[in-house]
């Protein structure tokens, strides 16, 4: 069976400093990624996908991105963090032949 | 564009009363649509999906019908549970592109014991 894991848990980070937030799928292939942002009590915002290696699409410009290593591994990276960044990160997978996502457990990041 | 809007939340409701979240979604073409279950302190899990039109989904005693001429898709229960609380998102699939998800702005559920 398919799972998503998602890295770290919980991380606090001051202004300014760099970020990277890690994703990878397991018992898939050439999945289609997705990076999501939701501020507290709110909705998700859609930030990065991917349909396959090397290949990001931006949905909202702003001071992150998103790379593509490998076929299963998406990773979010910021070079220096604002206090807007602050929130819960979702990475989601979609295996081509299917509509529906399925989501990790998120990494909540506080940005002081 | 596509969009979903789903009825504001909280919603506060006493334990094995019925529970209706509307949803509605603007869309061209024939998405598909889904509910969503996000319990505190976790990622999305997918509750049910409906990809045609009069289809209807169901899980954990969940459901909802794809209406294409009301452009609905309301979720119901007949008798909710206290760990029946959570936010409830409605989305839509798009078929084209990066088979981006559209998701409403989530309604937040309490049942009371």
């Known amino acids: 069976s398919q799972t998503i894991h998602q890295w770290p848990a919980t991380l606090v980070q001051p202004v300014g400093s760099p970020l990277s937030l890690e994703c990878t799928v397991e018992g898939t292939s050439n999945p289609n990624l997705y990076w999501y942002r939701q501020a507290a009590g709110r909705g998700l915002q859609l930030l990065f996908y991917s349909v396959g290696i090397g290949q990001i699409s931006s949905e909202v410009p702003q001071n992150l991105s998103a790379s593509r290593p490998q076929d299963r591994q998406f990773i979010l990276s910021s070079k220096k963090l604002l206090l807007s960044d602050s929130g819960f990160y979702l990475c989601?997978?979609?295996?081509?032949?299917?509509?529906?996502?399925?989501f990790g457990p998120g990494t909540r990041l506080t940005v002081l | 564009g596509n969009s979903v809007t789903q009825m504001e939340g909280p919603v506060t409701l006493s334990e094995e009363a019925f529970l209706t979240i509307n949803c509605t979604y603007t869309a061209t073409g024939y998405p598909s649509l889904f509910w969503y279950v996000q319990y505190p302190g976790e990622g999305l899990q997918l509750l049910l999906k409906?990809?045609?039109?009069?289809d209807k989904g169901s899980n954990k005693g969940f459901e909802a019908t794809y209406r294409k001429e009301t452009t609905s898709f309301h979720l119901e229960k007949g008798s909710v549970q206290v760990s029946d609380s959570a936010v409830y998102f409605c989305?839509?699939?798009?078929?084209?592109?990066?088979?981006?998800?559209?998701f409403g702005a989530g309604t937040r559920l309490f049942v009371k014991a």
């Open positions: 989305a839509l699939s798009e078929r084209t592109g990066g088979f981006k998800t559209i």
């Open positions: 409906a990809t045609k039109a009069d």
């Open positions: 989601a997978w979609r295996q081509q032949a299917y509509n529906e996502q399925f």
